[in-house]
């Protein structure tokens, strides 16, 4: 029995019944993470606004949700392809609802020294690999300042069932691209949902990654957790796609661990949710590393679309360039919180942080933060934040040479995120988001 007085988190009502459910999947050690997850999350419980860190990201609507059990949903291939970047050529990885759909997947004819697979196949043939790594990125510990809020990191450990491994040994390079689908679809029932993605590249390894969150119907709560550790002179591409329903929340947390010379690129791409948040936290710990985070988001009607974003400059001679970018229309919410951390040893560190919003509408809203603080005192750390409309003279410039209203509006806003998405190299997958990206316009 728990021995923590759960009765008023409607996340925590079934947990005793969901966590049977989770230890078939993975080792006997995952229940070591789930339990020490739960103790943390459970000291809190669900943030207010009254929390600093969740001020603008309301999840009230969420208060008489119970934490149902998920399973048991199939999904066809002609759903998953219907998706818009369902068709993608890669080595792929779907889990519907959490559970793992080895129908839908392909992941099989990997060159020597590439895995990719569940979390549970992962522990069987790398259980070190996996051990050292899995709950041990995704941690504020040892870190400068406390602004950030772990408690959906923790609710995740503590529902800590089947999930995504990518292991890339030393000088190897996986030329096809890794597609990791989480799709979620609620029937009878709202439910919340952990999906879980490990990323291990060695010295000089090389790969790119697509992690796609797919909403098909319903209500229900995403957390996913996802943890990269990039030895020194790896090089990781990870583009990110989220687009859940319209009723459901999103609410993910993204951790890098980077040594020496690596270079960790993320596209973070939003479309989804009727209140979505991303945090992307990197901790640089070798020299000469760089970081690249990329932003796009769209918000119409009522939609919030909050970026949280965290670098830690821990050693000297590191670079980061750092560019977000929302469109809101209707009564769409944006938020974004840059936070950039310069430890005393960083000395020559490049910094750089860049967010800007368009206002398609007078009710959308967008508020930004950029947070700086630097411990050394000799950097180069700049940022900026711009918040604006389209402009009159591109837009009559168009519609003096026929082209409708709409359409004019949506080259233009396409023109605007075109900056981020031409940053992702998976062609297929680009093509497939800016496809997305003019419908949501539409």
């Not at 989480?182 to 919340?192: C, L, S």
């Not at 750092?322 to 469109?327: A, V």
Request: glycine residues 8%; hydrophobic residues 40%; aromatic residues 10%.
């Amino acid at each position: 029995m728990l021995d923590i007085k759960i009765a008023n988190d409607p996340l925590l009502l079934d947990y005793e019944d969901r966590v049977r459910v989770n230890a078939v999947n993975g080792p006997e050690w995952f229940s070591e993470i789930r339990s020490k997850g739960f103790r943390a999350y459970s000291e809190f419980g669900v943030p207010t606004i009254r929390d600093e860190e969740f001020k603008y990201f309301p999840l009230n609507g969420i208060s008489d949700w119970k934490l149902g059990h998920p399973y048991g949903v199939t999904l066809t291939r002609e759903a998953l392809e219907a998706t818009g970047v369902g068709k993608i050529d890669a080595v792929t990885l779907v889990f519907i609802n959490g559970e793992f759909s080895p129908e839908l997947s392909s992941y099989d004819a990997l060159p020597e020294g590439v895995f990719v697979g569940t979390l549970a196949e992962g522990a069987e043939g790398f259980e070190q690999v996996v051990k050292d790594n899995l709950a041990q990125i995704a941690t504020y510990q040892g870190k400068l300042g406390s602004t950030n809020d772990p408690r959906f990191v923790e609710l995740n450990n503590a529902l800590l069932s089947e999930g995504a491994f990518v292991y890339i040994q030393k000088n190897q390079t996986l030329e096809r691209p890794i597609h990791v689908v989480f799709v979620n679809r609620a029937e009878e029932k709202r439910f919340t949902v952990a999906p879980r993605l490990l990323v291990v590249l060695e010295e000089n390894a090389e790969a790119k990654l697509l992690e796609s969150h797919i909403g098909l119907g319903g209500d229900y709560l995403s957390i996913p957790v996802a943890e990269v550790r990039l030895a020194a002179s790896a090089r990781f591409e990870h583009d990110r796609f989220q687009q859940e329903t319209l009723s459901a929340y999103h609410i993910s947390n993204t951790f890098v661990h980077q040594e020496g010379k690596s270079v960790y690129t993320s596209n973070n791409v939003n479309f989804g949710g009727k209140s979505a948040r991303n945090d992307v936290n990197a901790y640089v710990n070798g020299e000469y590393a760089e970081t690249l985070l990329n932003g796009a988001n769209v918000a119409t009607g009522d939609q919030v679309l909050d970026n949280h974003t965290r670098i830690d400059h821990a050693l000297p001679n590191c670079q980061s360039f750092e560019i977000y970018k929302s469109i809101l229309k209707d009564n769409g919410v944006g938020v974004f919180n840059g936070k950039i951390f310069v430890y005393e040893d960083a000395q020559k560190t490049d910094a750089k942080q860049t967010n800007q919003a368009i206002l398609l509408s007078p009710t959308a809203t967008m508020n930004t933060k950029p947070q700086l603080e630097i411990f050394a005192d000799d950097v180069k750390c700049t940022h900026g934040a711009t918040i604006g409309q389209l402009r009159d003279d591109a837009m009559f410039y168009l519609r003096a040479r026929g082209v409708p209203k709409a359409q004019a509006e949506a080259i233009l806003v396409y023109a605007f995120a075109a900056e981020v998405l031409d940053k992702v190299t998976i062609e297929e997958a680009k093509s497939a988001l800016e496809a997305v990206l003019f419908e949501k316009l539409a």
